[in-house]
């Protein structure tokens, strides 16, 4: 047999054990954890926790397999590859590394350890070793639309096993940030420093519900407008993809909504076109959504409203007083007008007849409360204005295919 064959599975077995016990340093494991881990497997990390950095690098893996069309042998030849040309860096530059891949998420994206036995410059490695990957990804993506920018994030000097640990939760926050950063392919852990523009859920929800009352008027530019604003401003400058994935369920939710009350087509199309996961940069994101708006609303057969006519006014009352008890004949006396002509106005004007747009609103606000509180469900219809229970469970289930009950259980 040959040497080498005999050789290279005890080196694949080395290799496996440190990107083991590097993901469990990473995620928990106290410092003597580590050592017995180090102990059992016969190993030992090349890392020294006083006085190391971290480079965070790599793009998420849907972008690998989905936008590069790259293999797993692909990917594994990356990571050779890269390994490769940090052993040459590290005899050059004088420090030692130990990398691994982060699976934990699906992710493959790749963490380097850098433990130089002397200054070094961990910016202009970070930059190298960027785009020593973006240069392998050009093989796939030449012809295949717009370059995809590799993420690099590096770290401050680290001193100590707990500083490591903090330092890895930090760069990973600063990875999703990238989302947010177009312009940084690289950057460091001072960028976490950075005065951010702070964003509440108050002001976020008050410009979805102007965005979503300007869609309702089939009002194309107002739209395009407050969308730039809500992403491009907003969560732009917040940098919070937390919040950001927080809009999208509520966005998703004011957009069902405005299918259902339109006639319109497409829920399996607004949620891919709201999906985070299928984005690199927000940029892609508002340019999803944006095309989204325009082909909801060019769908839409019925007139633009004015934001002050009179079904606009009814809409906004029932919004209000939906859980007293309204119908045709109390909206027209509030609004001085012949019960007949607004229901004849509003049927024509909004596409949907003024009773079942009572129903549509009453339902809407029980599906919030029934996920977000834990309040019986005779509240819960008594609070929509839907005050007999059986009743309320007859037509709840009649406008979503499921019981309240069924419909709790099925967003917890």
């Not at 891919?272 to 340019?287: G, P």
């Not at 109390?330 to 012949?338: D, E």
Request: glycine residues 4%; contains cysteine; neutral net charge.
């Amino acid at each position: 047999m040959n040497p080498t064959e005999t050789h290279q599975p005890e080196k694949n077995r080395e290799r496996n054990c440190i990107f083991y016990a590097m993901n469990e340093s990473l995620f928990g494991q106290s410092y003597s954890q580590l050592q017995n881990m180090e102990l059992e497997m016969e190993i030992k990390l090349n890392i020294d926790f006083s006085h190391c950095y971290l480079i965070l690098t790599g793009l998420p893996r849907r972008f690998y397999m989905e936008r590069l069309g790259m293999r797993r042998s692909d990917l594994i030849e990356q990571v050779d590859q890269l390994q490769a040309e940090v052993a040459r860096l590290a005899d050059s530059l004088g420090f030692s590394s130990e990398m691994t891949v982060l699976n934990y998420d699906y992710s493959k994206r790749i963490l380097l350890v850098v433990s130089p036995r002397g200054e070094v410059d961990i910016q202009s490695l970070a930059e190298h070793l960027g785009a020593f990957l973006e240069t392998y990804y050009i093989r796939f993506g030449v012809h295949k639309g717009p370059p995809i920018g590799n993420i690099t994030v590096f770290s401050h000097r680290i001193d100590s096993y707990e500083a490591y640990q903090r330092a890895f939760a930090q760069t990973q926050a600063l990875y999703e940030r990238a989302f947010f950063l177009r312009e940084y392919k690289v950057f460091g852990a001072q960028q976490a420093q950075r005065d951010l523009v702070p964003t509440s859920m108050v002001e976020v929800e008050r410009e979805l519900a102007e965005l979503s009352d300007r869609m309702f008027l089939r009002d194309v530019q107002g739209s395009e407008a407050l969308l730039r604003t809500l992403l491009l401003e907003q969560l732009k400058h917040a940098q919070d993809k937390r919040l950001c994935a927080e809009v999208m369920v509520l966005l998703k939710k004011r957009m069902d909504d405005l299918c259902l009350i339109l006639g319109l087509s497409g829920t399996l199309e607004i949620a891919e076109a709201l999906d985070l996961d299928r984005f690199l940069f927000i940029e892609e994101l508002y340019a999803s959504v944006h095309i989204l708006i325009l082909r909801l609303l060019s769908e839409c057969k019925l007139p633009p409203l004015h934001p002050d006519g009179l079904s606009i006014r009814t809409a906004r009352f029932i919004r209000k007083q939906y859980y007293n008890p309204i119908d045709l004949t109390t909206i027209a006396g509030h609004l001085h007008v012949n019960p007949s002509y607004l229901s004849h106005l509003f049927k024509r004007e909004m596409g949907i007849g003024l009773t079942q747009y009572i129903t549509r609103i009453r339902i809407e606000q029980a599906q919030h409360l029934l996920k977000e509180t834990d309040w019986k469900i005779a509240r819960i219809a008594q609070h929509v204005g839907l005050n007999d229970p059986r009743y309320f469970n007859a037509v709840f289930k009649r406008h979503t295919g499921i019981t309240p009950t069924e419909y709790r259980e099925n967003e917890r």
